[in-house]
């Protein structure tokens, strides 16, 4: 039994001899090694190492549901959250707003278009109506609008020029070229009428009241080409429309301005 046991721990022994480095192997880990040197420590020096920044700020634990809002990215997210319900609100009543005034347009009537866009008094309307009821179209130019129409409406496209948003100045340009289209033609020959005299008076009544609009529509205009102020509009595509607006517009005032003087007024910026 004992002859067993010495086999058994001779035969360990013989194992782990196996594993552990030999004489030889230890003594190139002692300190007669050249090329070793040790550096005495103290066991509470951390080498200069700062050990609070790899651990948690008991503070930042301990902050207020308030006092994590505070910080940059959080509070951007709080800013934008405490509007979300406003700006959802309306979105929601600026297309409730275009679903009425889509239908009367749908049903041709321009009537209660315009007296929906009065009611509502909102921009952001007034726009979305100029870029899907008007733009769009491809015959905008034959939409039965008369004079007092117009005037309405050229009142709105005078807002939009005169908008902070370059999206809604450009909508205005383009609309203010499009109703150039639709009114030349009427107020020439409305013009040309006071001029021949005699017959189409007699036969014509009411013109005396269509030559007053058209003057507030041709006032309207000089009103349009005079806040437009092309220095201030730093976008090629934005400055390239509101010259083409003010170049229709000279055209278009051309045949009723009585002094070359008052065009040069009128274009002074």
């Not at 008094?121 to 609008?145: E, G, W």
């Not at 309207?220 to 092309?230: A, D, G, P, V």
Request: proline share 2%.
């Amino acid at each position: 039994m004992i002859n067993n046991t010495n086999n058994k721990n001779e035969q360990s022994q013989l194992e782990y001899s196996n594993i552990l480095p030999n004489e030889s192997q230890l003594s190139d880990l002692t300190m007669s090694k050249t090329n070793t040197s040790f550096v005495s420590l103290k066991s509470n020096d951390t080498m200069g190492i700062d050990f609070n920044k790899f651990l948690t700020n008991n503070n930042s634990v301990n902050m207020t549901i308030h006092e994590v809002s505070q910080t940059e990215d959080l509070g951007i997210i709080t800013a934008v959250n405490a509007q979300h319900n406003n700006l959802c609100d309306k979105l929601t009543k600026r297309f409730n707003s275009m679903k009425i005034i889509a239908k009367s347009w749908a049903e041709s009537n321009i009537n209660s278009t315009i007296q929906t866009l009065k009611n509502k008094r909102d921009i952001s309307v007034i726009n979305d109506f100029f870029t899907y009821c008007l733009l769009a179209r491809d015959d905008v130019t034959k939409i039965p609008f008369n004079l007092e129409h117009s005037i309405d409406l050229l009142e709105y496209v005078n807002s939009l020029i005169n908008s902070r948003l370059n999206p809604y100045k450009l909508t205005g340009y383009k609309t203010g070229m499009i109703f150039i289209k639709i009114l030349f033609e009427k107020i020439v020959t409305a013009k040309q009428c006071l001029k021949t005299g005699g017959l189409f008076e007699q036969t014509d009544p009411a013109l005396e009241n269509r030559l007053e609009k058209c003057d507030i529509i041709i006032d309207c205009f000089k009103k349009i080409y005079k806040n437009i102020n092309l220095n201030k509009l730093k976008d090629p595509s934005l400055r390239e429309s509101a010259q083409n607006l003010c170049t229709d517009i000279e055209f278009f005032l051309s045949p009723f301005n009585n002094s070359e003087g008052r065009i040069k007024i009128i274009n002074a910026n």
